[in-house]
């Protein structure tokens, strides 16, 4: 079993950045493909953000050119900066991992490994 914990959510001004990170209990280039999703109050968890074992990365639309994804393998560690947030963005930001291959990295339900979450709160 693989447990994720998520941190560095809070409240932030539009306009503002946050970071937030991934600590895994394994290392992380045995877990595979790694991805974002996020769930706001009375929506469905949705995708935000993807890179596979080597690096490759994946945004949905409405986060491209303000998310960025990365990993530190050597620390078991991922991070989703995010800059420009916008009020739309609040939700809590889940961490997943270990991605079944094929499929599109969009699929929660490929992923088998899920943080507890973090609460992300844009004020507008």
């Known amino acids: 079993q693989v447990q994720l914990v998520e941190s560095g959510g809070g409240l932030v001004q539009a306009g503002g950045s946050l970071r937030l990170s991934c600590t895994t209990s394994?290392?992380?280039?045995?877990?595979?493909?790694m991805g974002w999703f996020r769930q706001a109050p009375g929506k469905e968890r949705e995708f935000v953000a993807a890179?596979?074992?080597?690096?490759?990365?994946y945004y949905a639309d409405n986060v491209k050119e303000r998310f960025t994804i990365s990993r530190d393998n050597a620390k078991n560690t991922k991070y989703l900066q995010m800059n420009s947030l916008k009020p739309e963005d609040t939700a809590v930001y889940y961490c997943?991992?270990?991605?079944?291959?094929?499929?599109?990295?969009?699929?929660?339900?490929?992923?088998?490994?899920w943080g507890q979450g973090t609460q992300v709160t844009v004020s507008s």
């Open positions: 997943a991992a270990g991605r079944e291959p094929g499929g599109s990295y969009s699929d929660s339900n490929r992923y088998h490994y």
């Open positions: 394994r290392r992380t280039v045995s877990i595979g493909d």
């Open positions: 890179i596979t074992w080597n690096g490759v990365t």
